[in-house]
């Protein structure tokens, strides 16, 4: 051998290419289910150490008696960046980290700040506005994949 390369047959790199997806795990119901209820344990976190205490500190009320209560709209401001921000910067929040789950572009693209606005904010509360059921299609569906997915061509896979 010189150490030059040989070449590879059009018909093996066309096998590779289309085996590449072949080992890709979706993330189930389950598993998602467990990495969001650590996220809502992580923002609920944030609210309580941050949030209330600056509340106090301000004397600005904390009960949440309606959906324009200022804490209300606070807490909502801290869930929404909290998603969009970990899945723009590492396509996972820390509970996903935990549970080695990542959110990807189903084309293999990176992940834009329009398709992960779409998927966190619009397509979730799509999702829970009709009673979670958008969250339910995980279950069922082949790819895994939620209606916020579906919305936004994302897909959640194992690491």
């Known amino acids: 051998m010189t150490g030059e390369y040989l070449p590879v047959p059009v018909e093996i790199r066309k096998e590779a290419c289309t085996n590449t997806h072949s080992h890709i795990r979706y993330a189930?119901?389950?598993?998602?289910?467990?990495?969001?209820?650590?996220?809502?344990?992580?923002?609920?976190?944030?609210?309580?150490?941050?949030?209330?205490?600056?509340?106090?500190?301000?004397?600005?009320?904390?009960?949440?008696?309606?959906?324009?209560?200022?804490?209300?709209?606070?807490?909502?401001?801290?869930?929404?960046?909290?998603?969009?921000?970990?899945?723009?910067?590492?396509?996972?929040?820390l509970g996903k980290m935990v549970f080695g789950l990542k959110v990807a572009d189903e084309s293999g693209k990176p992940l834009t700040w329009s398709t992960v606005l779409f998927r966190e904010v619009i397509g979730k509360f799509i999702a829970k506005t009709i009673l979670f059921i958008g969250f339910l299609f995980v279950a069922f569906s082949e790819k895994k994949k939620g209606m916020h997915d579906q919305f936004a061509d994302t897909i959640v896979v194992h690491e």
């Open 28 to 93: 189930g119901f389950w598993m998602r289910l467990w990495a969001y209820l650590l996220d809502l344990l992580v923002v609920g976190s944030l609210n309580r150490l941050l949030v209330f205490p600056l509340f106090h500190l301000l004397g600005i009320p904390t009960e949440r008696t309606n959906m324009f209560a200022p804490a209300t709209i606070v807490t909502t401001v801290v869930f929404y960046t909290y998603f969009v921000l970990m899945t723009k910067f590492f396509q996972q929040t």
